[in-house]
C-alpha cells in the first residue's frame, strides 16, 4: 500500500502544478534514428520537444542510452517494452536498465490476446500487476499502452479496453478466486490516435479514469495515407480522424504530464514531427 501511495502522490503533484510537455516516440522517426539516433535526437530538441520516449535502443546500453539524451538535452521519459520483459527472472534486468539509463517509466507497447478467451488478457493483467508492484519499490511507473484492437474487439458487451480494467461484471468463468483487473498501481497510457481509429473516444476514457495516464499518445489518426508525402501526415492534418482542439484541453485539465507525439507513416522524415509540434503549440 505504501507503493501505490507513492506513486499516486507523485503523479499528483506533478499534475497538480504543470501543463503538458511535449516528448516524441523515437518509433516516429526509426529509420532516421537507426543511421543516426544522436543527430536525430538533436533535431527533435531542436524543434521544441523536451522528452523523448522509446522502445527500441539503436545499439546502444543503458548509459549510452542516457548518454544520448542527456548530450541532446532531452528527458527519457519512458521506455515501451513488450509483456516478456516484465516476466521473471527478466523483470529484475529490465529494473536494473532503467536504473542504469535514468528512466522512471515502462510503457506496455503491445499486446494481442485473443477475444475469444479472457484468459489470454487475465495473464497480461497478472504479469503487470506483480511487475508494477515490483517496479514501485524502485521509483518505477508501469503502464499499459493501447493499440486499436483494444477497442475494436470485445470480451462480452464490452470493449477489451474497458475489460482490462473494469472487468464486465458477470459471466467470466471463475475458478479458486475472483479474478482480478488492472491494479491501481497500473497506470494507462492511452493512444489518442489508435482509440479513435478503433471506434473509441479518448475524452470518455481520460474521464473513466481520472488521473491515470501520466504520458499520453498524440498520434494523427490517419486511416487512408495513400497518395500522402512527408509533412502531410502530422497531428491535425487534413485526414486526421481526431478532434485534438477537444482532445488537448481535455487531457491537460486531466494532468497529463507528456505529449507523446507518434505520427508513424514516414519513418525516414522528420517533417511530420515538426509539422505536429507546430499544430500543438496552437492548441
Known sequence: ????????ACFAAAAATA????????????????????????????????????????????KGLKKACDEAGLELIALQLYPHNLVEPQLAETIRFCRDCGCGRINVAWFKGSSANPNDW?????????????????????????HDHEFREKIGARNIWDWLWDGDGR?????????????????????????VLGGGDPVACIAAHPRRNPTVHIMPAIADTAGLKPGQCGV??????ADWQRIVPALAADGVEWLVVKPTVFPGSLADLEASIDCLRKL
Open 1 to 8: 500500500m505504501r507503493a501505490v501511495a507513492a506513486v499516486a
Open 19 to 62: 501543463a503538458p510537455r511535449l516528448a516524441f516516440q523515437a518509433y516516429a522517426v526509426r529509420d532516421l534514428c537507426e543511421r543516426d539516433f544522436a543527430a536525430t535526437l538533436k533535431a527533435a530538441r531542436a524543434m521544441g520537444y523536451e522528452g523523448v520516449e522509446t522502445g527500441r535502443l539503436f545499439g546502444l546500453d543503458a
Open 122 to 146: 487475465q495473464l497480461l493483467i497478472n504479469v503487470l500487476n506483480h511487475a508494477a508492484e515490483e517496479c514501485a519499490k524502485h521509483g518505477i511507473a508501469v503502464a499499459y499502452h493501447n
Open 171 to 195: 459471466g467470466v468463468q471463475r475458478q479458486t478466486a475472483p479474478t482480478p483487473r488492472f491494479s491501481p498501481l497500473v497506470l494507462q497510457e492511452i493512444d489518442c490516435g489508435n482509440c
Open 236 to 241: 491535425g492534418s487534413q485526414r486526421d480522424m
